[in-house]
C-alpha cells in the first residue's frame, strides 16, 4: 500500500513504504471472485434482457424506438452512475459484503417489477431502481478483490470478474430467448403467475428470480481486512481521496475518457443488435439467442479474460503504461466490429457483433487495470464507482438512444439500423482507442503519476 498523506505533493518523491503483510489466502480469494463473478452474470442478465424485447415491449407498450432506447439506456443508467459514487464511498467505508447483498435484492426486486409495469412510466420508474441496485456490486467487489489479489494478479482478476459482464450479456441473450420462446408455447404455466401473462413480462419475472441465490452466496465470501493505511487508518477523508484524484489527474482523465467513448460504442451494439437481426433478418428471439448469444459469450470472454491476462504480462514486462497501450490497440477492433452496417446477412452481423464486444471487453477490463495501478488503496471503491460513471452514465444514457436518433432523424427508416449502429459505433471506438493512447503516453512521460503498485 501506498504511504500517501498528501498525493498531490507526494507525487515525485522517493518511493514510500508499503503494507508487508501477505495477502490471504488464494483460495478465499478466488471463491469471492466466482462468488462476484456469477453475481455479475446475474446482474447484466437482469439489466440487457430488455434489448431482446424490443419489438415485444414496443408493441405491447405502444411506444417508439426513442422510448425504447431511454429504457435500455438512459433510465438504467441514470441512478446506476450517480448512484454509484456514493455507493462506491460507502464501500470505502462500511463492510463491503452488506453493501453488495442489499444492491442485489434491490436489483432483483426492481427486475420483476419491470414484468408488472402496465404503462411507459412504470416502466421507466423500474429500470431506474435496477440501475440503483446495481450500482452497488462492481465498486464494493472490486475493493474486496484489490485486498485479496496481490498488483501482480489483479488485472486477471479484474478480467475475470468483467467476464461475468460479457457473459452476462450473452446470458441475457441466450436465456432470455430461450425463456421467451418457453412461455409462448406454455412450458412455464406451473410457476405460479406466469400462465397468461405476455411472455416477455414473463421473461422478467423468470429472469429475476436467481437473485436471492446470489444474495446467500455473497454471504459466504469472507471480508478481507483492508490494507493498511498511514498510521494505521483503514479509509481515507473526503478531502484526501479528492486530493488524489487531483494529483493523478493527468493519468485517470484519459483512461476515464476512454471508459466513455467504448461504452458508447459498447452499448449501442449490446442494445440494438439483436433488433437488427429481427427487422432486417426477420429472426426471433429464440433464433437470435442461439447464434448472437453464443459468438458475443465467445468474443466477450475472449476479450476480457485474454486481455486482462496478456495484459497483466504486458505490464510485468515493460511497465504500467504499456497495458494502456495494449488496450488502445484492442479497442480498434471494436471499430471494425461496429461496421454492422456493411454486413450482407444475419451471420455476419452476428460476428461484427463479436468482434465488438471483444473490442469493447477486452479495452475496458484492460482499462479497468490501469486504474488500479494508477490509484493507491484507500480510494478503491470510488475509483471503481467513477468507472461506471463514465462507461455507463455516458455510454449506455447516449449509445442507444444516438442510434435512435439518427434512425428517426437521419435515415428516415427502421430498417436502416446497422448503418445507424454504425454510424455511431465507429467513431466513438476509435476516438475511445486515442484516449487510451494519450493515457499511455501519459503515463510513460510521467510514471510518478501512478501510486506504488505494492499497496
Known amino acids: ?24 489466502a488464494a483460495v478465499l480469494g478466488w471463491w469471492a471472485l466466482t462468488v462476484f463473478t456469477i453475481a455479475l452474470v446475474v446482474a447484466y442478465a437482469d439489466r440487457q434482457v430488455l434489448n431482446l424485447l424490443v419489438d415485444p415491449v414496443r408493441a405491447d407498450l405502444g411506444i417508439s424506438d426513442t422510448q425504447i432506447s431511454l429504457l435500455q ?25 452488506a453493501v453488495i447483498v442489499a444492491g442485489v435484492l434491490g436489483w432483483s426486486a426492481s427486475a420483476f417489477a419491470c414484468g408488472l409495469a402496465a404503462t411507459y412510466g412504470q416502466l421507466f420508474l423500474a429500470r431506474l431502481c435496477v440501475g440503483f441496485g446495481e450500482a452497488a456490486l462492481l465498486p464494493a467487489a ?28 450473452a446470458v441475457a441473450t441466450l436465456i432470455g430467448g430461450f425463456m421467451y420462446g418457453a412461455v ?45 493505511l498511514p498510521g494505521g487508518a483503514d479509509r481515507a477523508s473526503l478531502k484526501e481521496a479528492l486530493a488524489e484524484f487531483r494529483a493523478r489527474a493527468g493519468a485517470l ?11 458508447v460504442s459498447s452499448f449501442t451494439m449490446i442494445a440494438w443488435a439483436p433488433a437488427l437481426l429481427s427487422r432486417r433478418y426477420g429472426l426471433s428471439p429464440s433464433e437470435i439467442a442461439a447464434q448472437l448469444g453464443l459468438i458475443a459469450m465467445v ?17 510485468r514486462r515493460w511497465g504500467k503504461s504499456a497495458r494502456l497501450a495494449l488496450a488502445a490497440v484492442v479497442a480498434l477492433t471494436a471499430a471494425i466490429g461496429a461496421g454492422v452496417g456493411l454486413a450482407s446477412s444475419a451471420l455476419q452481423v452476428s460476428l461484427l457483433a463479436g468482434a465488438s464486444t471483444f473490442g469493447t471487453a477486452g479495452s475496458m477490463a484492460i482499462a479497468s487495470a490501469s486504474i488500479q495501478d494508477v490509484v ?6 470510488v475509483s471503481a464507482a467513477l468507472v ?44 475511445g482507442a486515442a484516449a487510451l493512447w494519450w493515457g499511455h503516453d501519459s503515463l510513460r512521460r510521467k510514471p510518478e503519476l501512478a501510486a506504488d503498485s505494492g499497496y
Not at 500500500?1 to 490471504?24: F, K, Q
Request: hydrophobic letters at 55%.
Open 184 to 228: 409462448k408455447v406454455g412450458a412455464f404455466n406451473w410457476v405460479p403467475g406466469i400462465a397468461g401473462v405476455h411472455a416477455w413480462r414473463a421473461v422478467f419475472f423468470l429472469i429475476s428470480a436467481p437473485g436471492a441465490l446470489v444474495a446467500l452466496l455473497v454471504l459466504t465470501v469472507r471480508e478481507p481486512v483492508r490494507r493498511a
Open 376 to 381: 493507491s488503496g484507500r480510494i478503491r471503491g
Open 142 to 169: 472490486l475493493s474486496i478483490l484489490a485486498d485479496y489479489f496481490p498488483p501482480t494478479r489483479r488485472g486477471t482478476a479484474i478480467g475475470v470478474i468483467i467476464v461475468g459482464a460479457a457473459t452476462g450479456n
Open 253 to 263: 482523465v484519459p483512461i476515464y475518457v476512454s471508459l466513455a467513448l467504448m461504452g
Open 73 to 97: 439506456g438512459a433510465a438504467f443508467a441514470l441512478f446506476y452512475a450517480t448512484a454509484g459514487v456514493p455507493l462506491g464511498r460507502a464501500a470505502d467505508i462500511f463492510p463491503r459484503r
Open 1 to 24: 500500500m501506498s504511504v500517501v498523506l498528501n498525493p498531490a505533493r507526494a507525487i515525485g518523491a522517493a518511493p514510500p513504504a508499503t503494507d508487508a503483510r501477505p495477502y490471504p
Open 299 to 315: 468474443g466477450g470472454v475472449i476479450g476480457s479474460l485474454g486481455m486482462a491476462m496478456i495484459g497483466d504480462a504486458v505490464t
Open 388 to 431: 461506471s460513471l463514465a462507461a455507463v452514465l455516458v455510454g449506455m444514457s447516449f449509445g442507444p438512444t444516438l442510434v435512435a436518433l439518427v434512425t428517426d432523424a437521419i435515415y428516415h427508416d427502421p430498417a436502416a439500423l446497422g448503418w445507424s449502429i454504425t454510424t455511431v459505433g465507429v467513431p466513438a471506438a476509435i476516438a
